[in-house]
């Protein structure tokens, strides 16, 4: 089967002394789902993630925020994407479709339970991918040391009290899905006065999102990724 390089950087052309393609290469974009669920929940989570990729990796990074749908012609441009919420998530048969080929070709899905997502997340991943369920991530795997050194993923908000949780999906050894269950990395994220987090818990979710961001484009973990007698992305 031919993979889909959907997550390969595209460098720009230094024309000038002004970049044409503004220094960035790579957006983050945000899942537009419905179901009902605040799909547009913590505006300001994703902009920060990105003020602390730009600053702390070498990942070209836009300071845009995209949203995107399942079905828009657009999804396959952006090999990252993040979806969170409160409320009920449902994918259409089209959309799973579609969703699962984004993520079998290369693409990614970080999804933050915002505390109330997580059954009907949970139901759509098993639709989605009835043959690799969602699995506990271990502590060893580099998403959690790639940049900063976690032991794991953080408890940023109390919320039932459960244990803070990192799940994926894996395709052929590839980490394809990530899900912070019980942790609300996403709230997080979002600027400080927002929730009046500690200091500590706003930089705790944003060492974890820039984790996942830098191990994702790490070249050397695409070429690990690759499938069985399939070349290496240049």
Known sequence: ???IRIYVLVPCLIISAVSAC???SFTLARLKYGGGGDWYNGPSSLPNLAMAVAAET????CDTIAVVEIMDDRLFSFPFIY???HGNVHFTAKERLRLRAYLIGGGFLLANDDYGMDTAFRREMKALFPENPLVEVPASHPIYSKVHKLPGLPKIHVHDGLPAKGYGIFWEGRLIVYYAFSSDIGDGMEDPETYHDRPELHRAALDMGV???AWFFDPKELRESKQPGEAAPQ
């Open 83 to 85: 979806m969170t919420g």
């Open 1 to 3: 089967m031919t993979r």
């Open 211 to 213: 984790n996942l961001v």
């Open 58 to 61: 070498n990942i070209p990074i």
């Open 22 to 24: 503004a220094q960035c």
